[in-house]
């Protein structure tokens, strides 16, 4: 059954998830390539002193995209269901909604690591060429926070989506903004480095959040 | 489940809401406040406030005296020496001691400290520059060190490769000097806007405080006597133009210390401990006197030291003037962490 559902997952999203990943593949490595001219036409010297100075990754390109990977993947997953008024079936599968929709999310999520584990390793190889332990794990440190803000808001939009209530979605998708902000305070790079240890709950545990939604939807609750 | 997902929701609606909603009071409520400008006046024995009411300087002394713009100048000729020069009205003595417009010029100082300098991000990486280039114009260095539990490393930025023989040769002359790695605490002005190189200052794993400098290419290390219970937590080089101190630190209870210059002796400042956790210190200073102001959220105090001995003259406080609603804040001296402020 969950095999069955990841398959449907994969026929629904596939070319929306190939698309995103070469696009942050792309960013990815256009950010990198970006350091490494950076440091062939300015001199290595002058990226180095530039990382020592100012408080500024370099990598701000890719900052939003993660996000928007998110939200557009929860969009392409679950609105055609909610358009289609299908996921009423999957609601009434015999493994339970939660398993169901789980599965669904689990698929989404799944290729989400996997993009992000992409991008984290193509910055990597690119960056650890030509700058020091230090400063490329500042740099990476600068992205884990947008990577999360990618999967909060994956599931947030989960959440919103598949609310049946006009109004709560409303209250969802102004709370929804305020707890993305979170993870896109400050471009400082590393400053989120003692932030971590409730960024990624936080991140994480809004996966929680569609369960309320579905709970509604199931319930017939319509305004 | 949905339970657990409502209690999710609970927190995070009460942590969005403790944070933005005293912040959107704050940005519509709390009016401008700009901290009064005050230099303590050897002449008037005072410290004298400095301000703008209406677009007009207005001048006066703590104790209510107002003054006009040009007495201002001449109460305070340690620090408006160029404009009464541009008078002809600038004195040869001072208190008892020669002075030219060159010598007050080059003897002031001015030192800002901010949490965010010393408890922000940082990335431990740090450029010794050549203190005897025999040029006057600084050039940074084509390396950057770093200190590791055993070793100081030199990498050289365009090769992205550690210099070993350089890295031994410093490790060595550490050694030598009695450094016992790793580092504590490093702190160096790694620019080439100044006028001459004072190197780093280190202490190493027991405490004790060493210079670090690089003159013609070869490391040159003096270790710097200390009392056996000041421990330097937070330490600056200065590079004042007049060369009459090499640093200042903070010890473990936040006293203020000076490392004075040739004889490299350590002065405590008069002026009670800072917690620079919440402390500015801001440091403007002459050949008679320092004004050393340390302003935090509640307060903000002046202290008038002798710039020689630094013994306390004057002290005056006074609340902040402005209030604000506290709340749930996630920035603190460039870190994300949350907190109640």
Not at chain 2, 63 to 83: C, F, H, K, M, V
Not at chain 2, 147 to 153: A, R, V, Y
Not at chain 2, 191 to 205: A, E, M, P, V
Not at chain 2, 269 to 285: K, N, Q, S, T, Y
Request: glycine share 6%; hydrophobic share 45%.
């Amino acid at each position: 059954m969950i095999n069955a559902i990841f398959y449907k997952e994969w026929i629904k999203t596939k070319w929306y998830y190939a698309v995103a990943c070469l696009l942050l593949i792309g960013f990815a490595s256009y950010a990198g390539i970006y350091l490494k001219r950076v440091g062939d036409l300015s001199g290595m010297a002058a990226l180095w002193e530039y990382y020592l100075s100012k408080d500024d990754s370099l990598i701000t390109i890719i900052k939003y995209l993660p996000l928007i990977v998110g939200i557009g993947g929860a969009v392409f997953q679950f609105a055609p269901e909610m358009h289609r008024k299908c996921l009423k079936l999957t609601l009434h599968l015999p493994c339970g909604y939660i398993k169901s929709v789980g599965a669904m999310m689990l698929f989404g999520t799944g290729i989400l690591v996997m993009c992000s584990l992409i991008c984290f390793a193509v910055l990597y190889v690119f960056a650890s060429h030509i700058l020091p332990n230090e400063i490329v794990s500042r740099i990476l440190l600068t992205a884990i926070p947008w990577f999360l803000a990618g999967f909060c808001a994956y599931y947030l939009t989960i959440w919103v989506v598949v609310e049946p209530v006009w109004k709560k979605r409303v209250f969802q998708t102004i709370l929804s903004v305020f707890v993305l902000k979170l993870f896109i305070i400050t471009d400082t790079p590393g400053a989120y480095l003692p932030s971590l240890w409730w960024l990624v709950p936080l991140a994480f545990g809004a996966a929680l959040l569609p369960v309320i939604s579905l709970s509604d939807f199931k319930e017939g609750l319509q305004d | 489940m949905k339970r657990i997902a409502q209690i999710y929701l609970i927190i995070v609606t009460a942590v969005i809401c403790l944070w933005q909603l005293p912040w959107i009071y704050n940005f519509f409520t709390v009016e401008a406040y700009t901290t009064p400008f005050i230099l303590y006046s050897s002449v008037v024995d005072d410290f004298v406030v400095r301000k703008t009411e209406n677009k007009k300087i207005v001048c006066s002394g703590l104790d209510g005296t107002t003054y006009t713009i040009n007495q201002y100048d001449s109460i305070l000729p340690e620090y408006q020496a160029r404009q009464l020069a541009a008078y002809d009205c600038l004195p040869d003595t001072l208190f008892g001691r020669a002075v030219s417009l060159k010598m007050l010029t080059e003897e002031a100082i001015s030192m800002r400290i901010k949490p965010e300098m010393v408890f922000g991000p940082q990335i431990p990486l740090y450029q010794l520059m050549e203190s005897q280039s025999g040029r006057v114009d600084f050039e940074m260095p084509d390396d950057v060190f770093r200190i590791t539990d055993s070793k100081i490393e030199f990498v050289i930025k365009d090769s992205n490769k550690v210099n070993e023989p350089k890295s031994q040769m410093f490790t060595d002359a550490l050694s030598d000097a009695g450094f016992v790695f790793p580092a504590v605490e490093i702190a160096g002005n790694p620019t080439s806007k100044k006028r001459y190189d004072n190197g780093y200052l280190i202490t190493d794993s027991r405490n004790c405080l060493f210079n670090l400098k690089m003159e013609k290419g070869n490391p040159n290390v003096q270790k710097i006597e200390l009392d056996q219970q000041i421990v330097p937590c937070h330490i600056f080089v200065t590079e004042f133009t007049g060369m009459h101190s090499l640093g200042m630190f903070f010890d473990q209870n936040g006293k203020l210390y000076v490392i004075t210059m040739p004889e490299k002796e350590i002065k405590m400042v008069d002026i009670p401990p800072v917690d620079l956790h919440a402390d500015e210190v801001f440091i403007m200073g002459n050949i008679f006197t320092w004004t050393i102001r340390i302003k935090n959220d509640d307060t903000v105090s002046w202290y008038a030291v002798d710039a020689q001995n630094f013994a306390q003259i004057k002290s005056y406080s006074q609340p902040v003037g402005y209030e604000y609603v506290k709340g749930l804040d996630f920035e603190e001296n460039g870190w994300i962490v949350p907190g109640w402020r």
